[in-house]
T-cell receptor, first 114, second 113 residues
Framework: AQSVTQLDSHVSVSEGTPVLLRCNYS??????LFWYVQHPNKGLQLLLK??????LVKGINGFEAEFKKSETSFHLTKPSAHMSDAAEYFC????????????FGKGTRLHILP | EPEVTQTPSHQVTQMGQEVILRCVPI?????FYWYRQILGQKVEFLVS????????KSEIFDDQFSVERPDGSNFTLKIRSTKLEDSAMYFC???????????FGSGTRLTVV
């Protein structure tokens, strides 16, 4: 069975400092992994995805994530936070063997301090 | 970029009433999904729909819920006899091809009073 754990429910960083949102996964098969962002009262937007190609994945808005199989991790990073990055971030795992049904982590709310 | 369109964006209904949430997925996609997010909680899988049939459903998706494809392009999620705990954001999604993630609609916020 697949699952995903987001280790922090809330993360606060100052504007201009690095962002790290942690995610660990469990999957019986070769997983596909995604990060989605949800701004207040908005829908879910795909930030980036890992699908067994390059382990370092670059996404939109300067975010990137690194797939580390040995650590079963897919942490999301950004070198310099911007006020507009304040949102809820979801780490998601998809099992290619089961019609791509995806499982969401519980989410991490990112707060940006001025 | 392909879009998934959901209507209405917000619906308020009285407890016990029936609601129908609508979604227009990305065209030519055979798979289609509904997810739910109760305020402050994680996004939960409800049901997947493939080629006009339910392919998988979660424990949440009981007899109170049904999914239909009334006209070949639109999908509906019907919730009969709504309860207060059905208040949530409901998202529909189309897959972007195997292993390529989903495109989500902007959601319908359902408020049961």
């Amino acid at each position: 069975a697949q699952s995903v754990t987001q280790l922090d429910s809330h993360v606060s960083v100052s504007e201009g400092t690095p962002v790290l949102l942690r995610c660990n996964y469990s999957s019986s098969y070769s997983p596909s992994l995604f990060w989605y962002v949800q701004h207040p009262n908005k829908g879910l937007q795909l930030l980036l995805k890992y699908t067994s190609a390059a382990t370092l994945v670059k996404g939109i808005n300067g975010f990137e994530a690194e797939f580390k199989k040995s650590e079963t991790s897919f942490h999301l990073t950004k070198p310099s936070a911007h006020m507009s990055d304040a949102a809820e971030y979801f780490c998601v795992v998809s099992d290619l063997s089961r019609d791509d049904k995806i499982i969401f982590g519980k989410g991490t709310r990112l707060h940006i301090l001025p | 970029e392909p879009e998934v369109t959901q209507t209405p964006s917000h619906q308020v209904t009285q407890m016990g009433q029936e609601v129908i949430l609508r979604c227009v997925p990305i065209s030519n996609h055979l798979y289609f999904y509904w997810y739910r997010q109760i305020l402050g909680q994680k996004v939960e899988f409800l049901v997947s729909f493939y080629n006009n049939e339910i392919s998988e459903k979660s424990e949440i998706f009981d007899d109170q819920f049904s999914v239909e494809r009334p006209d070949g392009s639109n999908f509906t999620l019907k919730i009969r006899s709504t309860k207060l705990e059905d208040s949530a954001m409901y998202f529909c999604a189309s897959p972007g091809g195997r292993g390529y993630g989903y495109t989500f609609g902007s959601g319908t916020r359902l408020t049961v009073v």
